[in-house]
């Protein structure tokens, strides 16, 4: 079965370090978004790419928060610098836009973050 | 008004029970439908698009009623292995294209 892969799958560390979450998509989707959880926030929206464009990262903190797709294969998350705040787990899931339908989509097993 | 809004839980049935959660949204103009169904401390997995027609899928129905803005998700003979939380998620057409995820319901099904 196709799937996106994350990583890494836990990371600890301590406020104020630089924290870095890759993603690769499945192979020949279009669209990656970026989601955080938590218990208190459920499923938050921080950054939606297609065909490698942003298009919609308002759910994400500006200033410390950036997400990039430097190429198809990956995208990328980080957060410089952390805090206790930021402790969630983080997605990132994968999908087929197409006419500006969807057909569902695919999530990686999530990045678990904890900042101390 | 939330963008997608579902049922408040937890949903605590027992086995064999027949469920139903509903989820309304605010966007007429939204195009795809889907639930998603995500276990405690993994991530969500795709259970079943929802179309205007309404489709099955084995014990699962879902609907979808465009006039009133919502769809449903309907679970008949609850298993013990249906407790999860599931998540009514749709795409919105309005200032660019847009999936959005609702907050989800729980459903504890009980021997």
């Known amino acids: 079965d196709a799937r996106v892969t994350q990583t890494p799958r836990h990371k600890v560390t301590e406020m104020g370090q630089e924290v870095t979450m890759r993603c690769q998509p499945i192979l020949g989707h279009n669209t990656v978004f970026w989601y955080r959880q938590t218990m208190m926030q459920g499923l938050e929206l921080l950054a939606y790419f297609r065909n490698r464009a942003p298009l919609d990262d308002s759910g994400m903190p500006k200033d410390r928060f950036s997400a990039e797709m430097p190429d198809a294969t990956l995208a990328t998350l980080k957060i410089q610098p952390s805090e206790p705040r930021d402790s969630a787990v983080y997605f990132c899931?994968?999908?087929?836009?197409?006419?500006?339908?969807?057909?569902?989509?695919?999530f990686g097993s999530g990045t678990r973050l904890t900042v101390v | 008004r939330k963008e997608v809004e579902q049922d408040p839980g937890p949903f605590n049935v027992p086995e064999g029970a027949t469920v139903a959660f509903n989820c309304t949204y605010s966007?007429?103009?939204?195009?795809?439908f889907f639930w998603y169904r995500q276990d405690c401390r993994k991530e969500p997995k795709l259970l079943m698009s929802v179309y205007s027609s309404g489709n099955e899928d084995g014990r699962f129905t879902a609907q979808l009623n465009r006039a009133s803005q919502y769809i449903s998700l309907l679970i008949r003979d609850s298993k013990l292995s249906d407790s999860a939380t599931y998540l009514c998620v749709v795409n919105g057409d309005t200032g660019g294209f847009k999936t959005i995820f609702g907050a989800g319901t729980r459903l504890f099904v009980k021997a």
């Open positions: 899931a994968s999908g087929l836009d197409v006419d500006r339908m969807n057909y569902g989509y695919t």
């Open positions: 966007n007429s103009a939204s195009q795809s």
